[in-house]
């Protein structure tokens, strides 16, 4: 899932381990049926929680898109330039990723549990109406896609009542009404509705501007610890109640969540606790985080394949299987996502608009040409008449 425009040292390392997390919780899926009960072994039960990995990546969303402003007085720059912004960053990826899963969901298998993609699945998924509308799913990861892009609807929102009233503010506001909502939900048909736009990701969104705030203020205050006291309840919680019991209760179980989500981020971008942050900032994470956003993307085509051409047929579900899968179809998605931002996402990050982007194509088309009439005149590329 992509990210704000500003880097920060560690936080394109928890986006490449998020987004990996999800690639390992997609192959736990078709190796022990029966989700959301926990049907492996106890070892590799971390693994089912891969919904997890998006709450890191909508607070971080939320956190990375608030740096810029924090540093200037909570302004956006232009409504305009931020849409424009969002969209060339956000949309060349996804629909290109979109069409290659609808052609494997054609061609070769759909995905689990899902009929094949038709029109509407297009239209909807095109739009990123996917949690409004129903349709068959082309690709199980495409569903918060949708979130995060409403979300960026709201963050002027955010900003403004940042202004007017205060980071800490905000975040109390959309926590009221979000709370508001989930208490509701189940008296209130209308807003029991609401629901299935997972309501607790803008607290989560929240969370990271408000995080993004610390930034300013270069606090001692050891927030990783912070992070681990507000995380550990809310982890026993989930062990002992088991899996059941938290999918049902994502919702709160979310919510609880976002101030852990949130202290670590801001822990992280001060550079806080060291071990973890040069973990991070390891050339293989943070290379992994370059393209965690295509990762993302396109990675539940590609394991679902794997799994029902080359695994299912030799192996049960099972250990063997799951082995096999971390074997096969995680290495083939990260490669094949490594590929696919080289073409639909990295070029949308270094180069800002239509323009900059046509004028490098064109350049790197024309540079072999350059390349072959200077062998041909002995020169090398780029040099003048003169001897």
Not at 7 to 34: E, K, M, Q, T
Not at 64 to 78: K, M, N
């Amino acid at each position: 899932m992509d990210g704000g425009e500003t880097r920060l040292g560690g936080l394109d390392g928890i986006r490449g381990l998020a987004a990996l997390f999800v690639v390992l919780h997609h192959c736990w899926l078709l190796s022990f049926p029966g989700f959301p009960a926990d049907t492996g072994p106890g070892w590799a039960g971390w693994l089912l929680y891969g919904h997890f990995a998006v709450v890191v990546f909508i607070a971080l969303s939320g956190f990375s898109l608030a740096v810029s402003p924090a540093r200037s007085g909570w302004r956006l720059g232009g409504l305009r330039r931020f849409a424009r912004r969002r969209a060339w960053r956000i949309l060349p990826p996804y629909w290109a990723a979109l069409l290659f899963s609808l052609a494997v969901a054609w061609l070769l298998v759909p995905q689990p549990g899902q009929p094949v993609p038709t029109a509407k699945t297009v239209v909807v998924y095109g739009l990123l109406l996917q949690d409004v509308f129903g349709s068959p799913s082309p690709n199980g990861a495409l569903w918060s896609i949708a979130v995060e892009a409403q979300l960026y609807f709201v963050f002027p929102l955010l900003l403004l009542l940042v202004r007017r009233l205060g980071a800490w503010a905000m975040a109390a506001v959309v926590a009221v009404v979000v709370v508001a909502v989930g208490v509701l939900a189940a008296y209130v048909p209308v807003t029991g509705m609401l629901m299935r736009l997972t309501p607790q990701f803008a607290v989560l969104f929240a969370v990271g501007v408000l995080a993004a705030a610390v930034l300013r203020t270069r606090t001692r205050f050891p927030l990783h610890w912070a992070a681990a006291v507000a995380a550990v309840p809310v982890l026993v919680l989930i062990v002992a109640q088991g899996s059941e019991w938290t999918v049902a209760r994502f919702f709160w179980v979310d919510l609880a969540l976002a101030p852990a989500a949130g202290l670590l981020l801001a822990a992280v971008a001060l550079g806080r606790p060291r071990p973890l942050v040069r973990l991070l900032d390891t050339r293989p994470v943070r290379a992994l985080g370059s393209f965690s956003y295509s990762l993302y993307l396109v990675h539940a085509p590609i394991v679902v394949a794997v799994n029902h051409f080359l695994v299912a047929p030799l192996l049960e579900p099972g250990v063997g299987r799951l082995a096999a899968l971390l074997a096969v179809a995680a290495p083939a998605s990260v490669l094949f996502a490594r590929v696919f931002a080289a073409a639909f996402e990295l070029p949308f990050q270094r180069h800002r608009g239509a323009a900059a982007l046509r004028d490098a194509v064109r350049a790197r088309l024309a540079r072999p040409g350059r390349t072959r009439a200077a062998a041909a005149t002995g020169r090398p590329p780029g040099a003048g008449s003169s001897p």
